[in-house]
DNA sequence: TTCGTATTTCGCAAAATTACGAAATATAAA
DNA sequence: TTTATATTTCGTAATTTTGCGAAATACGAA
């Protein structure tokens, strides 16, 4: 009783927080539905300024939800797929106490 | 081209907002076991003081996760199953995205 | 009425978030 | 070397979040 958060509450937490902007939000849509993408191309999608849209892009990279490859002058945004599949599970049995789907994510992963 | 954000973008976003922090993610999790719980009940479990918990119960309340039934001196939270439906819906749509794009984006890194 | 209980609201402070434009950075192309 | 391009970092400001203890609130019980 009153101990610490535990490490699934902090994470969900943590995934929960890098999703907590719409840009946030918007920026995973878009490189969930085109494999990867420039900064300067969702620049032209998000209505903020670009300094802006890279500290959102600084969130999602802490929070571990995206990898940027450098390709100078341009970044490629990719989804970190490791990451994204241990958010997806949380959230699943967060939302959805039908544990089938995680036994099968835990049992496909590495 | 940069317009707003989509409704379904600022949904996702305020419900994630909502459980961006451990203590709501703990005080969701008490409440979907046990259906209701009284702040102080949750007060023993939950490391933080009584007045910082309140303020979190109010933030989860505002965004439509939980509602409070007055039974002074005491009060009842709930979850509001209305809207946990939605943000169920909402989170699971979000995250079952066709996982084959993210191959793609795999193959085509460079 | 007075006391006890449960909870919130108030007052405050520290820290984090969000935002922008300007300047800096790093490379390729001319 | 100079120029163009893409993006980030810097500097700054406004707002929000998180936290606590003290005081206020509302009721039932003594």
Redesign the pocket.
């Known amino acids: 009783m009153k101990g610490k958060y535990s490490s699934l509450q902090n994470d969900l937490a943590r995934f929960s927080?890098a999703l907590?902007?719409p840009?946030r939000v918007q920026i995973m849509e878009i490189l969930l539905s085109q494999s990867c993408c420039?900064?300067?191309d969702m620049?032209t999608e998000i209505p903020?300024?670009?300094?802006?849209?890279?500290?959102?892009?600084?969130?999602l990279k802490n929070a571990g939800l995206i990898d940027?490859e450098i390709e100078?002058?341009?970044?490629r945004y990719c989804v970190n797929t490791e990451n994204w599949e241990k958010a997806r599970i949380l959230f699943l049995s967060f939302f959805d106490k039908d544990i089938s789907i995680i036994d099968d994510a835990n049992s496909c992963r590495k």
């Open positions: 927080k907590s902007h840009a420039y900064s300067g620049a903020i300024a670009r300094s802006t849209l890279s500290q959102h892009l600084t969130e940027g100078l002058p341009r970044i």
